[in-house]
């Protein structure tokens, strides 16, 4: 079955330093991986999605993952840390092969704190 | 706005009671899922719909479920309501395949009382 895994329960970091939300994965067939984030008392906003491709995927308000196959990793990165992206933070991947039965399996989440 | 719309944002009902939470999809959006988030149990998937037929079913409850409509709107019932129902709903929709991505609705909010 597919399943990912978010080690960390919280992050911290300060303003201004690179941050790192890690994830990783096992799967049977090529991963469809995701991050989601989760602001206070909001749904789920997409960051980025890794389908095929590039190992370095750019998504929204400056974060990038990078998919890592040896290591069956898909970590979360952002150069410099802002308080805003203070947050609830989520890795997901596909079930199934495709078609119609391809639900997202999340991660237990993280919790990402920037200290001013 | 993310294009998925539910309904009601917020619900609080007592126990033994029965409610039914809306979801309007992405439009163009064929498949439908719901999600139950809580505090001890994360995001868990219950079941999902494709063009009104069920697909796929997760941890979901006999006193819960759900349905897809002709328009593709679709509905979660939960049932004799208990104290641990207490959780945020989320429906989600996605083309089909999940290639292009899921798109997901601000959820509904039900406090069991």
């Known amino acids: 079955a597919q399943s990912v895994a978010q080690p960390e329960d919280q992050v911290n970091v300060a303003e201004g330093n690179p941050l790192t939300v890690k994830c990783t994965y096992s799967v049977s067939g090529n991963p469809y991986l995701f991050w989601y984030v989760q602001y206070p008392n909001r749904g789920l906003q997409f960051l980025l999605k890794y389908i095929t491709g590039d190992n370095l995927v750019k998504g929204s308000y400056g974060f990038e993952a990078e998919f890592n196959k040896s290591q069956t990793s898909f970590h979360l990165k952002k150069p410099s840390a802002l308080v805003s992206d203070s947050a609830l933070y989520f890795c997901a991947v596909r079930d199934g092969y495709g078609g119609a039965t391809n639900k997202l399996i999340f991660g237990t989440g993280t919790l990402l704190a920037v200290q001013p | 706005d993310s294009g998925v719309t539910q309904t009601p944002k917020h619900l609080i009902t007592a126990t033994g009671q029965r409610v039914t939470l809306r979801c309007s999809p992405r439009s163009g959006d064929l498949s439908v899922y719901w999600y139950q988030q809580s505090l001890d149990q994360g995001l868990q998937f219950l079941i999902q719909?494709?063009?009104?037929?069920?697909?796929a079913k997760g941890n979901i409850l006999e006193r819960f479920s759900a349905q897809q409509f002709p328009d593709l709107h679709s509905e979660l019932n939960l049932s004799s309501l208990e104290l641990g129902d207490s959780a945020l709903y989320f429906c989600?929709?996605?083309?089909?395949?999940?290639?292009?991505?899921?798109?997901f609705g601000s959820g509904t909010r039900l406090t069991v009382v």
């Open positions: 719909y494709y063009n009104g037929e069920e697909r």
């Open positions: 989600a929709s996605s083309s089909g395949t999940g290639g292009y991505g899921y798109t």
